[in-house]
């Protein structure tokens, strides 16, 4: 499992799209977010559960991704499951939305972390797993907790 570097701070983690997805390629892109939206997510109030990116009109979007009405900010507030755009350079926008017109492809958030002060996304390339493709994950994720379990019994 790969350490993030200290001027990264996680937030969220969407820990399902990699059981259900092959992740082929990995893309970090900048979110344009409210002030309320940005306070929430300090105190760690999001979710990526069940959100997926779209390139409409040349843009990117973020939909469904939750992020938690930060308390405070009472009237200001932002609307918890909103679309969100994503900041990305014009090229990475085009090779993108050809690779989605593949048959399969989808863009999945992986992970939303602040990166140097500036909220970021993680989006993965990603193509859709059947259901043996998970079985298979599942066996290999369980023979490798045994074997670990196995070794640290050895090693008392």
């Known amino acids: 499992m790969k350490k993030e570097p200290s001027d990264i701070k996680v937030i969220s983690k969407n820990k399902k799209a990699l059981f259900d997805y092959h992740i082929d390629e990995r893309i970090e892109a900048g979110l344009a977010l409210t002030g309320s939206e940005v306070k929430s997510l300090r ?3 999001a979710s990526l559960s069940d959100s997926y990116a779209l390139i409409k009109n040349g843009e990117a979007f973020l939909l469904h991704a939750h992020i938690a009405p930060y308390a ?5 507030n932002h609307e918890p499951k909103r679309t969100r755009k994503l900041l990305l350079h014009k090229t990475e926008i085009l090779k993108l939305s050809s ?3 593949e048959k399969g492809y989808t863009l999945v958030p992986l992970m939303l972390y602040f990166k140097r002060g500036r909220a970021k996304v993680e989006l993965g390339l990603a193509r859709g797993k059947r259901q043996y493709d998970k079985r298979a994950s599942i066996k290999a994720r369980e023979t490798k907790r ?6 640290r019994k050895r090693n008392r």
């Open 43 to 45: 105190d760690g109030q």
């Open 99 to 101: 690779k989605l017109k």
């Open 72 to 76: 405070p900010a009472s009237a200001f």
């Open 146 to 151: 045994e074997l670990e379990s196995a070794l």
